[in-house]
């Protein structure tokens, strides 16, 4: 018996790769590192003007630098520090303020609706010819409900984040303090939490980002390998980006293309998992409608 659910399994990831890479993965994540560069200018802004009142600028710049050299490997982050610096110096502008939620909310639209066309893809799903209105009032509907998702990812991200990094400060100082050296159990800790996070916005993300409807369980189930995997990855893809990439050396070229290639690498990732939940689904009769 065990002999033959390994062979299931390995036949359900044979099956995922031939069906991924016949899918023309590659565009769909080029579409979303585009979109992603329109968006981080206002999304960076607004979390400053945001988070900043809250914990101060200096100690939101720090959290983003954070963010940017130990998540996606960027060495030279002068260009974005400085971007900030200079853009909270002019935060009481309402003028400005308006210009950046309106240009956010249209480009973090404009990337739900390329997320949602590309897990339509690898789900296989199938859309119903519907009249012309009712596709206006869709496509209206959904580019609304997409801010709200993505207001809602990104209001999980930050707050989790910043509640990370707080925590794991005080946790990283007392056992310096009292053993010199970071406990075993906190490192496991640590790559646990972020593994959950992947998981939470995967599975939102499986479960509601497309025109279907599939079973909470099976959603669970792809997001659960996808978020290892994703983690997995992108601590190679740092790597690859810090020490092999071309462009990882350079200013402010180099840090742009460092974060539209890191966007890029993992959303092949996470497209990957999204053909391992259809064919699972498959072999389970219980493929997304």
Known sequence: MRQKKHVTYFQIVKRTVIEFLEEGSYFHGAALSYY??????PLLYLSLISFGSLFGQDRCIEIITELFQKNIGIDDIAVFTNYLKFMGRQSNSWLLNVAMIFLLLYSCSAFMVSLKFSINEFFNIQKRKREKLNIFMDFLKFRFLSITYLAFFALIIFVSYFIQIFAFSFMENYFHNKHGSLNFGYIVFHHLLSIGMNFAIISIIFKFVHDGEIRLR???????????LLYLSQMVIKLYLQEYFFLGKGDVIGSLFILMAWVYYSSQVIFFGAKFTYVLGKYRKDIPE
């Not at 992603?36 to 200018?41: D, E, G, M, S």
């Not at 189930?221 to 290892?228: D, H, N, P, R």
């Open 36 to 41: 992603t560069l329109f968006a981080l200018i």
């Open 218 to 228: 099976l959603a669970f189930q792809g997001a659960l390998l996808t978020a290892v």
